[in-house]
């Protein structure tokens, strides 16, 4: 009895690992990561916490009494003006530049989190592509290996029967034991494509992924793209710039701080997006330091504005690299393509001049493999970069799956706000 109960409990074990089987398409990536993906929503909570620190900060210039500091108070003029910042903190200047810059700040947040969400969309989305290439180029391996192991055994046959010199069939079954060794390189690699996928759908661990193929459009008649066409928008809409933005029209209000700061200096704080800013001393009340601290103030804003341009250098760059690597594969689409059918018709004779008993250079069946693979890789691999870069460029032009701004309400409902009444 014992011993069938453990076999039971080990079937249903096994029963329970066993990779549960998960059909999905390419317009399942967007919504599941959207939905899902664990890193958008770290930071779609960040961005959450951003925006009612507002509120707090706005709360904050209200009067704050705490008791215990009010215990041998004496209601003299002096002790009043000294607790100015407690009895009433929106006497300090200082309290409501640093609302304004929250308020500022927290686009910030929301155009780090834009990124985020298109790239990791951008992210699954080319896994998805780079698993369907590397099925397809498995399926090639499988069937040129096949179609070698026909070949192999003619040749061994005929080399025993004297019609081949002794060691023919070796050079074939390098080839195959080759093929072999690819082929468990790229199943591995699939495996791992498929596991980031995975963990990216925020999908259970192990599950077996079935991805839906996609049909290459036939590209020959597209026209190449140009790059003045889609700079402005691409350059106009970036989050990534927009962030930097922001952050410059925060450099005001620090400034304004700086001059008021003799009627007191605030303790609010400008939130997670202002941390860049928290390296500027603003002295309380009058100094000598304060010029030394506008001149600071200066220089961080001239380092955000280089910041920003150097972020727009390369949005640009990598839009000029996209439009040229796409218009490349353009280019090279037909004489891929030619190359691939040559290799085939070239392998089928061969391979039907031995299967009919005709003397066949092994050497050449071996340089026809190569060159076979090599052509069906370089179609699996422009069919691929084909969609990469459709996306890339939707991504960038942030259309398509990337269109629709994500909406923080839809994570955070009013119930939230609520939980704490």
């Known amino acids: ?80 003006l000294g607790r100015v910042t407690d009895i009433a903190p929106f006497l300090v200047p200082g309290n409501w530049f640093r609302v304004a810059e929250q308020k500022i700040l927290v686009n910030v947040e929301r155009n780090a989190y834009h990124a985020l969400w298109a790239n990791q969309i951008l992210a699954g989305k080319l896994l998805y592509y780079r698993v369907l290439h590397d099925e397809a180029l498995l399926k090639e391996i499988d069937d040129n290996e096949e179609m070698l192991k026909n070949i192999h055994a003619v040749v061994r046959t005929r080399e025993i029967l004297g019609g081949l010199p002794p060691g023919t069939s070796k050079t074939v079954e390098a080839r195959i034991l080759a093929m072999q060794e690819d082929r468990r390189a790229l199943k591995a690699l699939i495996r791992d494509e498929k596991g980031r996928l995975t963990y990216a759908m925020a999908l259970p661990v192990g599950s077996d992924l079935k991805l839906t193929s996609l049909l290459l459009p036939d590209i020959r008649n597209n026209h190449p793209l140009k790059y003045a066409t889609y700079e402005p928008r691409v350059l106009s809409i970036s989050p990534e710039i927009q962030q930097f933005g922001h952050l410059v029209r925060v450099i005001p209000y620090i400034k304004k701080e700086l001059r008021w700061s003799f009627l007191g200096t605030s303790s609010l704080s400008r939130g997670v997006a202002g941390g860049i800013f928290d390296d500027i001393p603003i002295q309380r009340g009058l100094g000598f330091g304060r010029g030394a601290t506008m001149a600071i103030i200066r220089s961080k804003e001239n380092q955000i504005k280089l910041q920003q341009k150097g972020v727009t250098e390369t949005i ?106």
């Open 1 to 80: 009895m014992k011993k069938l109960t453990t076999l039971f409990v080990t079937i249903l074990i096994s029963g329970q690992l066993t990779a549960a089987e998960v059909r999905i398409g390419i317009g399942d990536v967007a919504k599941k990561i959207s939905q899902s993906n664990l890193l958008l929503l770290e930071n779609a909570e960040r961005t959450y916490q951003a925006s009612e620190a507002v509120g707090v900060a706005r709360a904050n210039l209200l009067p704050q009494l705490n008791l215990w500091d009010w215990v041998g108070f004496t209601f003299t003029l002096t002790d009043i």
């Open 316 to 421: 640009k760059h990598q839009l000029r690299l996209l439009i040229e690597s796409y218009n490349l594969d353009l280019e090279n689409f037909h004489t891929i393509s030619r190359r691939k059918e040559i290799a085939q018709e070239l392998f089928k004779e061969l391979n039907e001049r031995i299967l009919m008993g005709a003397e066949v250079d092994f050497q050449e069946l071996t340089e026809v493999s190569r060159t076979l693979i090599s052509a069906q890789t370089s179609m699996a691999g422009l069919s691929h970069r084909y969609f990469a870069h459709v996306d890339r460029l939707n991504r960038m032009m942030l259309t398509a799956d990337y269109g629709n701004r994500p909406q923080l309400e839809r994570l955070f409902p009013a119930e939230k706000a609520e939980d704490d009444d």
